[in-house]
């Protein structure tokens, strides 16, 4: 089944129907309890989580391996009813099931991703023209660095700093202290 045509399913069905569906149109799927599990997990999640996160909200009645955690969400992001995200430090999951397409800030510092709402991404996506190709969904990333990192770098930078001034001799100082007037004079000088 391809993705457009379950998005269009995904609108009139349960998660569990689109599942059932796409599992009967592919050749030597099984409907394993485990995918069952997983599927309800991921449809009760609230933002976007790693695969290691999702395992440890599974039920402890369902003892459900790495592998078949990446097999079952690579499944449910082919069947529409999951998104994908992309970061530096792991690919994350969000449900999609009746959750339009939207934007992200990723972090690079932490690797979290928060949900972007801008009418004008999507206003500049809609008047891109795409020959030869349907549009389904746009979906935007911009990628940086959030508040708490950027705090975190400006302590860790100030603590640098002081350890490294502590550590200087007096000449090394001295020089320091000319340099900075030398580059005070040049910026005086521009």
């Not at 609108?11 to 069952?36: A, C, F, H, S, V």
Request: proline share 3%; with cysteine; aromatic share 8%.
């Amino acid at each position: 089944m391809k993705k457009a045509k379950a998005e269009g399913f995904q609108q009139k069905e349960t998660p569990r129907d689109i599942l059932n569906l796409y599992l009967t149109e592919q050749e030597g799927m099984r409907k394993t309890p485990e995918r069952y599990a997983i599927l309800d997990v991921v449809m009760q999640m609230k933002g976007h989580h790693s695969a290691d996160q999702i395992l440890e909200m599974m039920p402890d009645r369902f003892h459900v391996s790495r592998a078949t955690m990446y097999s079952t969400l690579a499944l449910l992001v082919k069947c529409g009813l999951l998104y994908n995200h992309q970061t530096e430090g792991a690919t994350l999951y969000e449900c999609a099931y009746k959750v339009p397409a939207h934007h992200h800030y990723i972090c690079t510092g932490c690797n979290k991703i928060w949900d972007l709402k801008d009418s004008s991404i999507e206003q500049a996506a809609s008047k891109v023209k795409t020959p030869r190709f349907k549009k389904l969904r746009c979906s935007t990333y911009i990628y940086g660095i959030c508040n708490i990192c950027q705090a975190k770098m400006a302590r860790l930078k100030k603590k640098m700093e002081k350890e490294k001034e502590i550590s200087m001799t007096r000449e090394e100082r001295r020089f320091a202290k000319i340099n900075e007037e030398l580059a005070k004079a040049a910026e005086w000088f521009k």
